[in-house]
């Protein structure tokens, strides 16, 4: 039985002391083995889906096993942080956000370190739709967080220069 049924028996215990008897008994729940069937949905949808995906089409079974029996398998399920980011239509953010990306630092990350709000997660790509202008605030800041420079174009364009390229 699982730790909840047993739980459901005994309501005068704890879940830790039912789990805390049921080790020193041996009496521990065992899953059963992947089917072939098992197998070949994790093969099929792993490109397509990840571990959450293919827990919807497997739901007696947990992420972590998935992502176990995938390995066992040889199989790499689709991550979506290996996406291409897309392109929001605003040159200086694009590069910027390639640039926390090479370096392994997530959007999201990047704009809660330098006080950005959500600029470099969403607000540059709302803005390019708009036709505003850039953020430049928010812009210095990415470039003097990559340690980086900017340098002016014609026409009131900008470039920047990563100095470490």
């Not at 704890?14 to 197998?39: A, L, N």
């Not at 889906?49 to 947990?62: C, D």
Request: charged content about 30%.
């Amino acid at each position: 039985m699982r730790l909840h049924d047993l739980h459901a028996l005994l309501p005068g215990r704890s879940r830790q002391s039912v789990s805390g008897k049921r080790s020193s008994t041996g009496f521990t729940y065992r899953r059963p083995p992947f089917t072939r069937g098992e197998d070949e949905e994790i093969r099929r949808a792993a490109a397509t889906k990840g571990a959450t995906g293919i827990s919807h089409i497997l739901p007696h079974r947990t992420k972590w096993d998935i992502t176990k029996r995938a390995q066992e398998l040889g199989v790499t399920l689709f991550n979506s942080h290996e996406l291409p980011l897309k392109i929001l239509g605003e040159p200086l953010a694009d590069a910027i956000r390639k640039r926390a990306r090479e370096d392994g630092i997530s959007v999201r990350a990047l704009d809660a370190e330098l006080g950005t709000g959500l600029y470099f997660t969403s607000c540059a790509a709302l803005r390019a739709q708009r036709g505003s202008k850039p953020n430049m605030t928010a812009i210095r800041k990415a470039i003097e967080f990559f340690d980086a420079a900017l340098i002016p174009g014609p026409e009131g364009t900008f470039t920047i220069d990563w100095k470490d390229e």
